[in-house]
């Protein structure tokens, strides 16, 4: 029966031609934009995917402070991961206009040079130049390029994987290929470069790798930042000053520690000699005081008194004698002698408390030394804790962290999914008023479905036979869509920005299989699904109820309008009637009204970024140190600046904990003093969609650790993803000293040495970024702005069409009966302005509200706030030209009802 | 009986607005023969058909044709029976309007594995020249037998015709008379004709008149006319 009622599905076709030519031309329209838009993303994605095979790509890189040793070197390619130098030097231009060149060997093995033009540099007279910046300053093959005085040929113009974003820092905001751009000479030319004396900075040590044997990043660089080196070997003098009054205090601590031992030693030595002859001493001083009692004993032994004197007896005695009648002529004496031994005596205990003194000191001095060596132990073991050693390892990156790699593919990423999401949408939409008509066609042709019925057709039968028409529609449709888009005709205009922005070799526009299968099975598949929905019920109705075309009029009894007007009564009750159709019309418009509110959002989202951050960017400057002064200058702002990483609906984003003052004049930010109620950015809290009051963590990568925050506050701040804080809180928190900034913001344009930034900021800087943002996306947004406004235009013709050939039938009667053109628009068609105008009050923020909570999901790997405020005037214009159009479209349409003569319109009735 | 409807009851609405259409019809109809349901509007002929067909529910009674107990069916059973059974005429052709002649024939004809041989039927029904035709090109009788062909074509046990020339002229409905008698002669198929003229009740086996729901008479036609006698038209 299919293969019957098959040839009824191409007479239909050829009947309604203009009508299925019109909506096939919005479906094949719909693809080619799908995937010209999808496909030049693909392109360039997997054009950049392919390079990155081909040319070698790293898995990451790192950098040094001195060059790796060979042995270094050994190990790390017997742990499975191989190693090439991408040393460079960082060279300004004589003209100022020329920017910094970054000058690079010639590499070898991995982040190979593709050549877009010329050949790789042969002789050491010859360099390759980066695509973009020769593109900006206009540099051919053949040309001269001079560089500190050497004079170069132009061997040829390339790309590398690396710098596929030619940003000059990773931190960067923008890619400016003015001022910033690679070149490549040979090792020779190299080495004569880095001899003449003419470098303008220290020799960058850059490592890029590639892991094997499963290896993975961190086991690497657990290995490096175990490599210490001895601060004396770095090359750099701003390091050295840096190092001396930071991690160089451990030399200082270790040196005084060592000197407080030695002296402690050398004091114990001499104590320990001077108690050594306390003995001796004490001994010589009782020998005196006895032999002094002796020499008593004799004296008075002369003059025949015998006495026997001691120590502890000779007062005493001496005092008996005196005392001794006769002897009162020697009493003088006897008390001189007494007095000689006490003064003996005194001296001898003297000696005595002086040794014992002595002894004692030297227990002192033997304790003290014990404790200095327990402090030096301690002080050694503190050092070893807190790693004052200076690790070798100066910043470690892995490719995915890496925003000069795959800067195309994430930039495309976000077209891609518009575009698919886009197309699905204008699908679903084009096979809604595909089912629409087919409806229509159910209704007409009522009675002969049910006559089918009646002789045992089913509903599968009719079903299947009713999809037929969209699946064709839709399929013919996708085909010759994709077709014509994999031409590639319109592509270079969406991929030309790209290739004005990154620094990629053109690639030849391809449509992916997965496209082909998007487009020729996505609309036929979606057309069943809608048509089946919408189609099965208007089939499942009985055969006799079909057969005598039976309308339900249940909703007319729920109103009374007898207290109206007739003409008013009768409009109200023909909008009832037709209920389901105007229901139709504002659901055609709502879809439409999605794809174009994706341009909308896309739109406002990068109007928004720029305006937010030229108004939310107060500084002129921002100053990245690598290696700070030890007080920040007076004219700047001193801050610290931490990042850590937070995921976002799979994409990990840097987030950055910044330190600042109270009265930091920059942002408007009051931290509290804790370290974990926090003030977060706008951007932030719309990306990560938090709240005052909710908790959230961040991961510090490097250590290894995370940090739990609670929103205190949202601050307005659009340009990055910042928690704020306390600045002497968060140095406490980080470990940092009480002084400690990385980062200073200024109003102008301050002197800091060069050798001493990571990267300079300028208020410019951000702003053009943010530009640069809406510029690569402009395309995308002209081509879904006017595409989706197209295929409004044709629903809401389309399905106004259906609303008034519904009516046409009934018009015809009551022109029969004698009513006006202007009595049938009021009572037939004023109806469907309100239909329209309720509708669009209706859908209009209706879908932006819910394009507002998908556009999220679609550009989930953009690191921005998701600003997509609307001004109010835009829902007033849009509302306008909603009506204008109907205006238009209904005036079209009703001049093509007068062609219908009643007797006619009748007559096809009957 | 092929045809055995008994106490068959039907009405529709509720409250205000309930219409019993069937108060406990009973008629018979044996396998080949040819009966018309006669009655004025409202009296139940086209209910009855409709019953009969498997085209509305039944309240109560039975009705069963070639023993097949069709009260009650579901939906896909119903579905089957007429698909296996019955043939429908109306009085408006209905048509599928962009397919030929021999299509819209042929759209029923996929509905049985035993159709009757195509160029036959449309030369036994006049269509052969107009087998290429489109609808609109064709007269009233023309897409009435054009109706009648794709009706018959998957040679149904029992054709059932809803005023079957209640839309033609007078001589284009002998025509479409003459036909049917050919065809049950031809095919030994059962019919059962509604309709409002009074003449075709001389041609058929079995007469029955409905009177506000109601068996009013039923009787065997004892003297029949061939279609081609009939008059008043």
Redesign the interface.
């Known amino acids: 029966m299919q293969k019957v009622l098959r040839k009824r599905v191409f007479r239909s076709l050829k009947k309604h031609l203009i009508r299925y030519a019109m909506l096939g031309m919005m479906i094949g329209l719909g693809i080619f934009l799908v995937v010209t838009i999808v496909g030049s993303g693909e392109t360039l994605v997997r054009g950049t995917e392919g390079m990155a095979k081909e040319t070698n790509l790293e898995d990451g890189e790192f950098e040094v402070f001195v060059s790796l040793s060979k042995s270094e070197k050994e190990h790390i390619a017997k742990m499975g991961i191989y190693l090439e130098e991408q040393f460079y030097f960082d060279q300004q231009m004589e003209k100022e206009e020329q920017g910094t060149v970054r000058i690079f060997k010639v590499r070898k093995s991995l982040n190979k040079l593709h050549m877009t033009e010329g050949a790789e540099p042969r002789e050491k007279n010859e360099l390759a130049i980066e695509k973009r910046y020769a593109e900006e300053h206009d540099i051919r093959v053949g040309d001269d390029f001079v560089i500190a005085g050497v004079n170069y040929r132009i061997s040829g113009i390339c790309v590398v994987s690396d710098y596929d974003g030619p940003f000059k820092e990773v931190s960067d905001t923008s890619c400016n290929s003015k001022l910033f751009g690679l070149v490549f000479i040979t090792d020779e030319a190299y080495e004569e470069f880095r001899a003449s004396g003419k470098t303008q900075k220290s020799e960058t040590y850059l490592y890029s790798y590639k892991l094997c044997n499963g290896k993975t990043d961190k086991e690497l660089k657990d290995y490096l930042k175990d490599l210490k080196i001895d601060a004396s070997e770095v090359d750099d003098e701003l390091f050295a000053e840096y190092w001396d009054r930071t991690g160089g205090v451990e030399d200082k601590l270790r040196d005084a520690v060592s000197d407080l031992r030695e002296a402690t030693d050398e004091v114990a030595d001499a104590i320990d000699e001077l108690s050594d002859n306390n003995e001796d001493i004490n001994e010589a001083t009782g020998r005196i005081f006895d032999s002094y009692l002796e020499v008593t004993e004799k004296t008075f032994a002369g003059y025949g008194i015998n006495i026997s004197l001691s120590a502890d007896n000779y007062e005493a005695e001496l005092d008996k004698l005196a005392e001794t009648p006769g002897f009162e002529m020697l009493k003088g004496s006897i008390e001189e002698v007494k007095d000689q031994l006490n003064d003996l005596r005194e001296y001898k205990d003297g000696l005595k408390e002086y040794t014992d003194a002595i002894d004692e000191l030297r227990d002192g001095t033997a304790e003290m030394s014990d404790g200095v060596e327990e402090l030096d132990d301690s002080v050694n073991d503190a050092l070893e804790e807190f790693d004052f050693e200076l690790s070798n390892l100066t910043s470690f990156l892995k490719a995915s962290d890496n925003q000069r790699i795959f800067a195309t593919k994430n930039d495309k990423m976000v077209d891609i999914e518009v575009g698919v999401i886009a197309g699905a949408i204008i699908f679903v939409l084009l096979a809604y008023v595909i089912s629409v008509f087919v409806v229509h066609s159910i209704e007409s042709e009522s009675s002969i479905i049910g006559t089918l019925y009646s002789m045992g057709v089913t509903k599968n039968d009719l079903l299947l036979h009713y999809i037929s028409l969209p699946v064709v529609v839709t399929f013919i449709s996708g085909l010759i869509g994709v077709l014509v888009a994999s031409t590639g005709i319109m592509a270079p205009m969406i991929a030309e920005s790209s290739y004005q922005y990154f620094s990629i070799a053109k690639f030849k526009f391809s449509v992916p299989e997965y496209l082909w299968i998007y487009s020729l099975v996505c609309p036929p598949v979606i057309a069943v699904i809608v048509n089946v929905l919408v189609i099965s019920s208007k089939l499942d109705r009985t055969a006799l109820s079909l057969i005598r075309n039976e309308v339900k009029q249940k909703t007319n009894k729920k109103f009374k309008l007898k207290s109206m007007s007739f003409i008013t009564t009768f409009r109200i009750r023909q909008m009832l009637r037709e209920l389901r159709s105007g229901i139709a019309v504002v659901l055609g418009m709502f879809l439409s009204l999605m794809v174009f509110m994706i341009g909308v959002d896309c739109y406002v989202l990068c109007t928004n970024i720029a305006d937010d951050y030229a108004n939310d960017t107060k500084f002129e400057y921002m100053y990245t140190l690598k290696y700070p002064e030890e007080e920040a200058p007076a004219d700047a702002e001193a801050a610290f600046a931490y990042t850590c990483k937070k995921e976002a609906l799979g994409f990990n984003f840097d987030v950055t904990i910044l330190g600042i003052d109270d009265a930091n004049p920059f942002f408007n930010v009051k931290p509290a003093n804790s370290k974990t109620d926090v003030i977060i950015s706008s951007a932030m809290a719309e990306k990560y969609g938090l709240k005052k009051g909710d908790e959230f963590v961040v991961t510090d990568e490097d250590k290894e650790t995370k940090y739990a925050f609670s929103v205190n506050d949202i601050t307005r701040y659009s340009s990055g993803f910042f928690i704020f804080m306390d600045i002497d809180v968060m140095r406490e928190m980080m470990g940092e000293n009480k002084d400690y900034y990385n980062v200073l913001f200024t109003d102008k344009a301050i002197d800091i040495d060069p050798g001493r930034l990571y990267s300079t900021t300028s208020r410019a800087d951000v702003v053009k970024g943010s530009e640069v943002f809406a510029s690569l996306m402009m395309p995308m947004i002209y081509t879904l702005s006017i595409s989706s406004a197209i295929i409004f235009c044709v629903v809401l013709y389309l399905m106004m069409k259906v609303m008034i050939d519904r009516s046409a039938q009934n018009i015809s009667l009551i022109k029969v009966f004698g009513y006006r053109r202007s009595e049938i628009r009021k009572l037939y068609l004023d109806g469907n302005f309100y239909i329209i105008a309720l509708g669009a009050l209706i859908v209009l923020p209706l879908s932006k509200k819910l394009m507002d909570m998908m556009f999220p999901f679609m550009i989930s790997n953009v690191a921005c706030g998701m600003n997509v405020e609307t001004p109010f005037i835009f829902f007033v214009a849009a509302f306008a030209v909603i009506l204008a159009l109907y205006f238009v479209i209904n005036t079209i349409l009703v001049r093509r009802l007068d062609k219908f003569t009643p007797a006619e319109i009748l007559k096809n009735r009957e | 009986m092929y045809v055995e409807v008994e106490n068959l009851k039907k009405s529709y609405g509720e409250g205000g607005s309930y219409v019993e259409v069937l108060k406990g019809v009973s008629v018979g109809v044996e396998r080949g023969e040819m009966c018309v349901i006669q009655g004025t509007s409202g009296s139940g002929k086209s209910t009855l058909l ?1 019953c009969i ?1 498997g ?2 529910d039944i309240d109560s009674g039975s009705c069963k044709i070639d023993g097949l107990e069709i009260a009650g069916l579901k939906k ?1 059973k119903l ?6 059974t ?3 005429v ?1 009085q ?1 052709y ?3 309007p ?2 030929t002649v021999r ?1 819209n024939i ?3 004809r ?2 049985t594995k035993d159709p009757l041989d195509m160029d036959e039927l449309l030369e036994t029904l006049g269509l052969k020249e107009h087998a290429e035709k489109f609808p609109s090109q064709l007269s009233g009788g023309q897409q009435q037998r054009t ?1 009648i062909a ?2 018959l074509i ?1 040679n149904p046990k029992l054709l059932l015709c809803d005023e079957p020339t209640g839309a033609l002229d007078s001589k284009t409905s002998r025509d479409i008379l003459i036909l049917l008698e050919k065809i049950n002669e031809k095919y030994g198929t059962t019919m059962l004709i509604v309709t409002h003229n009074n003449s075709i009740k001389n041609m058929v086996h079995r007469v029955i008149f409905l009177k506000d729901g109601e068996i009013a008479k039923q009787y065997m036609n004892e003297e029949r006319v061939a279609a081609r006698e009939l008059e008043d038209l």
């Open positions: 409709n067909g085209l509305d896909d579905s089957d029976y007429r698909r296996d019955l043939g429908f109306f408006f209905n048509l599928v962009n397919l299509e042929e759209v029923c996929y509905l109706a794709r009706a998957k």
